[in-house]
Each structure stands twice: as C-alpha cells, then as structure tokens.
Nanobody
C-alpha cells in the first residue's frame, strides 16, 4: 500500500502561481509513474498531468499545457505541480495518483492508477 499526501492548495489570484506537492512517506517512490488529476462538483475526475518513473517523459491536458509544469524529485519522494497563470476554471480539488509501471511509461486515465491521495483544494479567484 502506498500513501500519497498532497499539500500546497489554497486560494490564488488569476495570473498568479501556486505549487502543489505530493509526498509518499515510507513508500518506494521510484517504483511509480505519477499523475495529477482534478475534480469539480458534479463532474468526473479529469487528467491534468503525468510523469514517468524516471521523470524524462510527461504529458499534459491541453487545458493546462504551457501553464502548468509537472516534476518529480526521486531523492525526496516528492511530486510537484507548478501552476502558473491559473484561471478561474482551474478551480478544483487536485489529486495525485501513483501506478507501478515501467520506466518511461505514464497514464492519462483514472482507471489506470492504483493509489490516490486525499486531494487538496485549489481556488482561483480575485
């Protein structure tokens, strides 16, 4: 069992920046490809970004491409999502997720992931 703990959510103004973090205390972080997803009330959880175990391959949803950046520090068992120029439509609960998979692979579908964090609320508003 892998525990995922998100942090860094909160209120941010449009055009500002915010960094979300996800840690895996006690887990073997390097065994897992990681992803960020988000969900708003009444809607399905949607893909935001994903990164492979080794961190050299990654992908983004079109809605966040060129604004958000996913990264991982395998030495610190930490996944990050840098949110630049957020928009009100980015308001959601953000979740990190993990799946055990080969070195360069990552997934964009929620049903591919094995473990999920509890979520952190991000509100973009002036």
């Amino acid at each position: 069992q892998v525990q995922l703990v998100e942090s860094g959510g909160g209120l941010v103004q449009p055009g500002g920046s915010l960094t979300l973090s996800c840690k895996t205390p006690g887990g073997t972080f390097t065994d897992y490809a990681m992803g960020w997803f988000r969900q708003t009330p009444g809607k399905a959880r949607e893909f935001v970004a994903a990164i492979s175990r080794v961190g050299v391959t990654f992908d983004y949803a079109d809605s966040v491409k060129a604004r958000f950046a996913i990264s991982r520090d395998n030495a610190k068992n930490t996944l990050c999502l840098q949110m630049n120029n957020p928009k009100p439509e980015d308001t959601a609960v953000y979740y990190c997720a993990a799946v055990s998979v080969g070195g360069f692979a990552y997934y964009k579908e929620t049903n591919e992931y094995e473990y999920w964090g509890q979520g952190t609320q991000v509100t973009v508003s002036s």
